[in-house]
């Protein structure tokens, strides 16, 4: 079992960077695929990106694509999420979860696939 926290949130220009981190407890977090996701108020919680549990396998929703990349260091059972180019729509609450070592060692989208999630961090991107 994992305990994801995030933390890095912020207030960013837009156009700005910036980086998120989830740190999550645990001796086996190699053994879990991880995932961001985001929530924005009055909007359902929505995929962001998802990384498999070597790393060796990403993927992202087409909103952020080519802006955001995640990356893991199983070493320090951190993942990362790299922001960039920030846009106003890109302002929520910024989940990391992690999926069940069950779930195997793809990504994955649903929500629902990941057992484990942090209380996120606000990301305010200002126009």
């Known amino acids: 079992q994992v305990q994801p926290v995030e933390s890095g949130g912020g207030l960013v220009q837009a156009g700005g960077s910036l980086r998120l981190s989830c740190a999550a407890s645990?001796?086996?977090?190699?053994?879990?695929?991880m995932g961001w996701f985001r929530q924005a108020p009055g909007k359902e919680r929505e995929f962001v990106a998802g990384?498999?549990?070597?790393?060796?396998?990403?993927d992202y929703a087409d909103s952020v694509k080519g802006r955001f990349t995640i990356t893991r260091d199983n070493a320090k059972n951190t993942v990362y999420l790299q922001m960039g180019s920030l846009k106003f729509e890109d302002t929520a609450v910024y989940y990391c979860?992690?999926?069940?070592?069950?779930?195997?060692?793809?990504?994955?989208?649903?929500?629902?696939?990941?057992?484990?999630w942090g209380r996120g961090t606000q990301v305010t991107v200002s126009s």
């Open positions: 979860a992690a999926a069940p070592p069950s779930f195997g060692s793809a990504t994955a989208r649903a929500p629902q696939t990941y057992y484990y």
């Open positions: 645990g001796r086996t977090f190699s053994s879990y695929a």
């Open positions: 990384i498999s549990r070597r790393g060796d396998t990403t």
